[in-house]
């Protein structure tokens, strides 16, 4: 598709476009729908339909108006389209999906301006969606400007104007559901009571989690940031390149995955778990720790994990698992208080102190939480962030300041 003039910067994949193919010059129950599939510039994109097929070319279309296909995840978990869409007759396909049998892999674009923010529903992928390690479910926001012009995804620190899940229930992101990917979503648990989950899976098989902040900014309560606690999972989870932190009740963990066994083993690579009464929890010989960073916690590193877990920094004695692993050592943050866990200072010692996972046998990947690449064949920072290092700015001449100046 291209149009004449530029849309907006937070159109971009998923979104739906209604436009008048019976050339009457209205939009109505009768025209159609395809939905954007890939984002070239502001004037271009890549359309399908809700089958995946290539809608038919018209020359030239002058009415069209473009609608998100769902407003919040919840919805969209539940098929529940845009009412706007609904009302005109369309609906495609969603909610309970079996994508075995329709040999799909189903994605879910999650914006800054979903419903998600009213923190009444939790989302839950119940069981009853049929998936497979080919045919799975992936939520994710978009960042890249081939998915939207202006990114839906923090940049590494809590950031009020992108996606968020905030949350009253028992849990922000329930994911019954197996094969499913959340990647660089903003959860924030406001519960005060009883359970206070952030993103957790019960069963849950070949589940990842990665670029995830996940927070709890109430008070009280017990639960946890990220938990795979099953103890009867037969396959692998994997959490890497998340922060989470205020999980501070009596049984509250930062991040718990559980392994069972060779074949269902627990992952946590290069995350970061602040001020949580856990930071991180294995529970099990078949539970891998590397790269993490514990702080402000009663325990950081909590039960068993596998021989192989090491270069973890832990600010407790005794604690981090691994003898390449940092204990009684404290890392500095740029803004804690503010939800900004960027590495601060060049002589951090979570700085090179980590090991490369580029060619890992459980879980190869090269970029931190921003997005950024990672060193291959070098040491990598250990933690959910790559230190990105700093901008020096020279000044000659004279140079006059006037009321507030922030340097940054």
């Not at 991040?255 to 929890?281: E, W």
């Not at 691994?322 to 803004?335: A, H, I, Q, W, Y």
Request: glycine fraction near 10%; charge should be negative.
């Amino acid at each position: 598709a291209t149009f004449a003039e530029a849309l907006a910067d937070n159109v971009g994949v998923g979104d739906v476009v209604l436009y008048d193919s019976n050339d009457d010059n209205s939009l109505t129950s009768a025209d159609s729908i395809a939905f954007i599939r890939s984002r070239t510039d502001s004037t271009h994109y890549s359309l399908q339909t809700h089958a995946g097929a290539t809608p038919a070319d018209l020359s030239a279309n002058d009415t069209w108006e473009i609608y998100r296909a769902h407003t919040s995840l919840y919805n969209a978990e539940a098929g529940t389209i845009n009412s706007t869409l609904s009302g005109l007759g369309f609906s495609f396909n969603g909610g309970d999906r079996d994508l075995v049998t329709n040999n799909e892999q189903w994605n879910i674009a999650c914006y800054g301006d979903s419903e998600d923010h009213s923190g009444l529903n939790s989302v839950n992928f119940r069981d009853d969606w049929t998936t497979s390690v080919q045919n799975y479910i992936k939520i994710f926001t978009p960042v890249s400007t081939s998915e939207v012009g202006t990114s839906q995804r923090h940049s590494g620190k809590w950031d009020s104007g992108k996606y968020i899940a905030s949350s009253m229930n028992n849990g922000g992101v329930l994911i019954p559901a197996d094969n499913t990917i959340i990647d660089g979503l903003q959860v924030d648990q406001q519960r005060t009571s009883d359970q206070t989950n952030g993103i957790y899976a019960i069963p849950g098989r070949n589940i990842t989690v990665r670029n995830c902040i996940v927070k709890k900014s109430g008070t009280g309560g017990n639960g946890s940031g990220i938990a795979f606690p099953d103890e009867n999972n037969t396959e692998t989870n994997y959490v890497y390149n998340n922060i989470v932190y205020g999980f501070d009740g009596a049984n509250g963990y930062g991040i718990y995955v559980r392994g069972y066994s060779a074949d269902a083993k627990g992952i946590m690579y290069n995350n970061t778990s602040y001020n949580n009464t856990y930071c991180f929890r294995g529970r099990s010989a078949y539970s891998y720790a590397k790269n993490n960073v514990a702080q402000n916690c009663t325990d950081g590193y909590l039960d068993s994990f596998h021989a192989d877990s090491d270069y973890n920094i832990s600010d407790l004695a005794s604690d981090a698992p691994g003898s390449n692993s940092k204990n009684s050592t404290t890392v500095p943050f740029l803004d804690p208080a503010n939800g900004d866990f960027h590495l601060a200072t060049p002589n951090n010692p979570a700085i090179n102190a980590g090991t490369d996972l580029s060619s890992d046998a459980n879980l190869h990947f090269s970029t931190d939480i921003d997005g950024q690449s990672r060193p291959v064949g070098a040491s990598w920072d250990i933690g959910a962030d790559e230190y990105g290092g700093y901008t020096k700015a020279e000044f000659q001449g004279t140079v006059n300041f006037q009321g507030t100046v922030n340097i940054e």
